[in-house]
């Protein structure tokens, strides 16, 4: 064999070892991403087992006068239903002069398409419905629901009742500094219900399950509307200034509590667990 096929012959065989035997480098590499994809794909996998399961959608259907499919639903210090300024005395609403003289017009009309409506209130959380501290001597708890909520038309605020309601001064814990009178409120008591529950371990549970997570429905028509004023005439100021006399003051100011709803109540529902638990249902007696 002469010297350059033996040349050609070890460049032959260095160059299979080469392909045979792949660079260690570009193996760690190769190997490197498999492994994360291994890891990416496990993750997924754990992710999807771990997800919590989906909340329940069924939806909760009440008997009338609790379905809210067939009334007109309210929220707390949500706008007023269409058309409830029509159940109260003074100016009809409009934008222009002629659109609240068109609106008085119907003012009747308005008023009684109103009360042909059932109405629904769904009310939750301490501010609303209330569980007191449970009375041991007497085995049970005591849960109070608002009397009253408020809601906002283009005029101003309207109370909504259905508890005896009375505007009531506040006293002057209420009042502004150096103010000589106080606003009216509305204040109505609220609707109060005994839960008996004579275990001292059942009532701890209850306690500590429903605190936060009671319910109620309040179902009504609307009845009688009215005005509370309370006028106040304002001192006259005479002052001088720059060579003229100016009178300030000496008109007259509203402090009444204003608009009140007086409504026909047809139930007062109260729950837990989501409304599905029904704990009371108090309709007026036929």
């Not at 004023?229 to 003051?249: D, N, Q, S």
Request: charged letters at 30%; a positive charge; hydrophobic letters at 40%.
């Amino acid at each position: 064999m002469t010297p350059f096929s033996s040349r050609l012959l070890a460049g032959a065989l260095l160059s299979f070892f080469l392909a045979a035997c792949p660079d260690p480098a570009s193996k760690r590499t190769a190997d490197q991403l498999a492994a994360l994809e291994k890891k990416k794909s496990d993750a997924a996998k754990a992710a999807k087992e771990d997800k919590p399961a989906p909340l329940p959608t069924e939806v909760l259907r009440l008997e009338p006068p609790y379905d809210d499919t067939q009334a007109v639903l309210l929220a707390p210090d949500g706008p007023c239903p269409e058309g409830f300024w029509a159940l109260f005395p003074g100016d009809a609403p409009g934008a222009t002069p002629e659109e609240k003289k068109a609106n008085a017009a119907r003012r009747k009309a308005v008023a009684e398409e109103v009360r042909g409506k059932k109405y629904l209130l769904k009310l939750k959380g301490a501010g609303f419905v209330t569980l007191s501290p449970y009375d041991a001597p007497k085995g049970r708890f005591t849960i109070d629901v608002k009397g009253t909520i408020d809601c906002t038309d283009s005029i101003g605020h309207v109370a909504i009742a259905w508890t005896d309601a009375k505007a009531l001064d506040p006293g002057a814990s209420a009042a502004k500094e150096g103010a000589e009178v106080t606003q009216n409120v509305w204040t109505a008591p609220p609707v109060t219900f005994e839960l008996p529950i004579t275990s001292l371990t059942e009532a701890k549970a209850f306690n500590d399950q429903n605190r936060f997570g009671l319910s109620a429905r309040v179902a009504f028509t609307p009845g009688k509307g009215e005005v509370d004023k309370k006028l106040k005439k304002l001192g006259r100021v005479t002052e001088k200034a720059a060579g003229e006399t100016l009178t300030i003051g000496g008109g007259t100011e509203d402090w009444g509590a204003g608009r009140l709803l007086r409504v026909e109540l047809l139930g007062v529902r109260v729950a837990t667990d989501r409304e599905k638990k029904q704990l009371f249902d108090q309709r007026p007696s036929k």
